[in-house]
């Protein structure tokens, strides 16, 4: 089948996508409950379990950072 149906409304084939569908629920929902989110750049900390910011995301306090996990002691 090409890029249209047989009543012309557009058709996406397996593996066109837009943009990334981000980590899969398993990964998300597998998070340590044990693991905070921290930036080097302040004071920030935060469960993971408790925001729905990720690894790697601009800290929220200081934007400058940007966010690694940890796990606590």
């Known amino acids: 089948m090409g890029t249209n149906g047989h009543d012309g409304d557009a058709v996406v084939e397996d593996g066109d996508h837009d943009g990334d569908d981000g980590?899969?629920?398993?990964?998300?929902?597998?998070a340590d409950s044990d693991?905070?989110?921290s930036c080097p750049n302040c004071e920030f900390r935060s469960p993971v379990t408790a925001?729905?910011?990720?690894?790697?995301?601009?800290?929220p306090d200081c934007r400058a950072g940007y966010l690694v996990t940890e796990r606590n002691p």
Not at 23 to 30: D, L, S, V
Not at 51 to 59: E, P, Q
Request: overall charge negative; aromatic content about 4%; hydrophobic content about 50%.
């Open 23 to 30: 980590p899969a629920f398993e990964e998300t929902a597998a």
């Open 35 to 37: 693991a905070v989110l």
């Open 51 to 59: 925001v729905s910011l990720r690894r790697g995301d601009a800290c």
